[in-house]
Structure formats: C-alpha cells, structure tokens
C-alpha cells in the first residue's frame, strides 16, 4: 500500500514523544535523548533498552530539529518527503544535517487533514525500541501515523489497533482477536496448501500462455482465500463476495490511506486532493457493506465469544473485518511480493540449497508439512526473518547492530549467534523474541505471520527448484513478474 509508508505499520517511525507543549502528542513521561559516541556492539547478546533516565556518563542533548512556521512547515516537510526528497534522501538529509538520529520534523499528511503533525522521528534501532514501552509511549489513535481516518470507514468504532493497551476495550478486543486466531490454527497449513496451490496454477498458466506472470495479482487472490478459509472456514468464492474480496480491500483501504500514500498520480493533482483532504467514506460504503455482511455470517463462533466478553457483535465484526482485511490480508500484500523480490533476486545457489532443506525436512516428516518439519528448516526460517528484517518498519536502522545491513544476508539468524538477534528484528511493532499480550500493542498475528510465510516458501521450493523475476514499483510495493518457474526436478 505504501513506497511511502509501509502499512500496516506505519506510526511506527513517527511517535512524537515528549513534554513540549508544542508536541501534543502520546508521551505521558518525557524521554531523555541522548546521542552516545559509543557504538552499539555489533552482535551483542545484552537487551537493547532505553531507559527514561540517562545513563550517567552521557551528556543530555535537546532533540534537534524544526518544525518551520505553522501550516507552512508541514506543508514544505510534506513536499520534501514525497516529491522533492522522497522518504529515505528526507531522513538521511536530516540525520545528516543534525548529525543525529533523533530529531524534530513534520510528518505528512498536516493541512487541511490535521494540524498535528509534529512529531520526534526516532530512527535507530535503540531509541526506536523506547516505542515498545507502553508505560512511556501513548498508542491512542496512532495507528496511521498524525491523522486519524474517519470512523465512518470501520461502523463508528475505534478499532483495536487505534486503542491505548490502558483501554479496556484493548483487552477485550485483543482477547477476540487471540481467539479467532487459536480457533484457525488447525487449518493454516493445510488452507494455506490449498489456496496457494492454485495461485501456483495461476502462475504456471499465465506463464504457460504469455510467457510472463503477474505475482501481486494472484497473491491477493490467494491471501485472501486463505484468510477467509483459515480464519473463518468460509470459501469466498462461494459467497455472494466470489473473487471480488481484494479489489473491495484494496478500495477501502485507499480511502484510510491515501492522505499518506504516493498514488504516482501528477504532484499538482495528487498533493491538494489526495494529501489535503479526505476521499469521502460514503463512495466506499457499499462495498464495506459486502464485506460486513461476509464477515457477519462467517464468525458466528468468533461473535459469540466476543459477546461472552463483553463486546458487542457489531463492533466485534468490525474489528474482525479491519484485522483480517487491513492487518492480515494488508500485510500480505505488502510482505509476500518482498520476500519474494529478496528470494529471486539472491538466485538460484541459495533457491538450491532451500530446496535441498525443505524437501529433505519434509520427507522426514512422512512427505507432510507440520510444525515439527518446519522447524528442521533453519536457512528457511533464516530467510524469513531476514526478509522481515530488511524490509520493516523501520527503514533505516542503525548497522551497528546488523552487520551488512543494506545486505540480504541469507543464513544471518542460523545458528546460536544468529538466534540471538533475533531480539532486534521489530517488524511486529516488538521484538522477535518477545510475545504479544493484552498489556502491549505487539501485532496479534505475530506467529501466524510468520507461519504463514514460512509456508510460502516451504510450498514454493517443494514445488519448483527456481524461479526467475522481474520487479518494478508500484505504489503498493513491489510488483513482481514472474518470468520462469522451474518445476522441481529432484
Ligand atoms: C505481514 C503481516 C503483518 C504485519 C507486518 C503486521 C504488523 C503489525 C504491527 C507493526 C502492529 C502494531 C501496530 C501498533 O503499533 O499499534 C500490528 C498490530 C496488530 N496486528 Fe498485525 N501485522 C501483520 C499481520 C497480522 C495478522 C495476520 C493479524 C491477525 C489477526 C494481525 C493483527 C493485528 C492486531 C489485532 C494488531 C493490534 C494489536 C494491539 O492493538 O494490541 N496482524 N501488526
């Protein structure tokens, strides 16, 4: 959804912290910044924190940075970061010239959407993780970053992923949300077999008949099914939804996000009508409403437990639909075509030796995927987790803790010395090695997440031996051709 802003994920880079009276936002307990000469070690082994008190030894510095006049600034902030700049020179240029990389700066949108857009960009991987504290940071209503899309998208209600953790509908809510995914965890792997054996089909005949095939197409097919028929036991397709699930989510996320998002539309159009204000929710109504009604009469076992907690059917649903449709189904669609970019482009040795594992795993395993098998696939796990890595929330960590950093390095977390940093992968909005609870706004979907991409490349090298791509932009990520698919010989 975003070259932009990664969602769902995106106020990650841009709590805005403090006790300015200036920054109105989220902090209830100001935190100290202080830039350190020494290096972070490389691979050390000690939890990275960050504390509200600063170590003694380090001078305390005031964060640098200008949020310029009002209205103006964020105005000239928003038109660095999409069109003069673009978002990494718009960092790097700042880090450069403060010499630091924690510092005062507008996020977009800013007017007319909202006039509060000041916030303390916090962009390396140690003063990143003080967002992961919630007695220091507030998550109210920041889900998307400095605005706030209009309620009428999600039936009224707040949804969970706006929610503070000191709320008492997060715990309700998130209770839901546990639920939904324990009750489909049965059927992840062997829904996720049959929705992406037919992508694969796809694929194959679309290679078959023009010689080249688009991978984001069919993977929105596929995501979708298999989140409907995993979480929900529901076949879409033999719904009055049919095929039409992605193209409606794709709609109405567009409506959430496109004060964010750089659509490749002309700057003069783009920027007064998709940056300055917001496309009006009753154009995407009706198609919200097919999507309810889809989720209504899917989870009837999910609504009951809901119901049991305390929450009402209708809002539950709605909650149901923004998890399945914009945190999972959103985060496949950016994730699944990444990995996919890192995995071809790292070619055919390393799609060998993931063959050469899988295959000899599964074979063990009496020719069946399971849990156990996968966890016989350390390189397979490793590329998984590098691909969270590289392409996460936060775009510019810090290489003193990874080495190679810009590098898709293939077996990085293999092995005990891998393993142990794994506590510095944060894509989950906390780090790997940590578990979401109701007391934390770690993404609930954490495992399935990542069981779910381990199955694709699992599916994949059991099928094919290689592949080969092509990868352009598109404003929802990469898009990726497929431009060969060797089917597995061995
Ligand atoms: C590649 C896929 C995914 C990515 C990258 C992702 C990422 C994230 C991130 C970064 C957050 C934190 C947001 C915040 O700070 O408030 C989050 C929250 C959340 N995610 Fe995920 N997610 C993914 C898939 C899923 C799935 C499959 C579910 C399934 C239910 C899910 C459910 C949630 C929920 C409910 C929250 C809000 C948690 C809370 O408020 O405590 N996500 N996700």
């Known amino acids: ?99 630091s990389t924690v510092f005062r700066v507008n996020m977009p949108p800013g007017p007319l959407i909202t006039n509060k857009s000041q916030v303390v960009a916090l962009l390396d991987g140690k003063s990143f993780q003080v967002l992961f504290d919630v007695s220091k ?130 700057k003069f159009i783009e920027d007064p009508l998709f940056h300055s204000f917001r496309l009006p929710p009753f154009l995407v109504k009706k198609d919200y409403q097919r999507l309810y009604d889809f989720f209504y009469h899917s989870s009837a076992h999910v609504l009951d437990e809901a119901e049991r907690l305390g929450v009402s059917r209708d809002e539950a649903c709605h909650n149901l639909l923004f ?10 669609k950016l994730f699944f075509p990444n990995m996919i970019k890192w995995l071809g482009r790292a070619g055919a040795k390393l799609h ?29 796990k490793s590329v998984v987790y590098e691909a969270f890595r590289i392409d996460p929330p936060v775009p510019l960590q810090t290489p003193k803790i990874f080495e190679k950093a810009a590098e898709f390095v293939p077996d990085r977390f293999v092995g005990e010395q891998g393993e142990k940093l794994l506590q510095h992968v944060l894509w989950s909005n906390g780090p790997e090695t940590e578990n979401p609870t109701v007391g934390n706004k770690q993404c609930a979907g954490k495992d399935f997440v990542m069981l779910a991409s381990r199955l694709l490349v699992v599916e994949f090298f059991l099928r094919y031996d290689s592949f080969e791509i092509e990868v352009a932009t598109s404003p929802l990520g990469p898009a990726i051709t497929m431009t060969s698919l060797k089917r597995a010989s061995f």
């Open 137 to 266: 940071v507030e998550k109210k209503d920041v889900f998307t970053g400095t605005y706030m899309p209009s309620l009428d998208l999600t039936g009224g209600y707040r949804i969970l992923s706006y929610l503070d953790p000191s709320e008492p509908k997060h715990d309700k809510l998130k209770r839901v949300m546990f639920f939904l995914l324990k009750s489909g965890i049965k059927s992840v792997i062997p829904e996720f077999h049959s929705s992406y054996s037919q992508f694969f089909e796809t694929l194959e005949s679309k290679l078959a008949d023009k010689g080249k095939a688009n991978f984001n197409e069919a993977n929105d097919q596929a995501a979708f099914n298999f989140l409907a028929r995993a979480l929900y036991g529901a076949n879409p397709a033999d719904t009055q939804l049919g095929t039409d699930g992605p193209k409606l989510v794709q709609k109405w996320v567009l409506f959430q996000l496109s004060p964010i998002l750089l659509l490749g539309l002309p």
């Open 1 to 99: 959804m975003a070259s932009s802003l990664a969602f769902p994920c995106l106020q990650l880079n841009f709590q805005s912290p403090t006790n300015s009276a200036s920054t109105r936002r989220f902090v209830l307990r100001p935190i100290c910044a202080s830039v350190s000469e020494k290096s972070s070690s490389s691979s050390s082994s000690s939890q990275s924190s960050v504390s509200a008190q600063p170590a003694a030894d380090l001078p305390i510095k005031k964060i640098p940075g200008d949020y310029g006049l009002p209205f103006v600034g964020p105005i000239k902030d928003r038109q660095d970061y999409f069109y003069n700049q673009g978002r990494e020179e718009f960092f790097k240029s700042r880090i450069q010239k403060y010499q």
């Open 352 to 380: 060998n030796q993931l063959a050469q594992e899988i295959r000899s795993a599964v074979r063990t395993n009496g020719g069946n995927i399971t849990m156990s098998a996968l966890e016989q696939m350390p390189l397979m």
């Open 323 to 332: 998890a399945t449709c914009f945190n999972s189904f959103g985060g496949m």
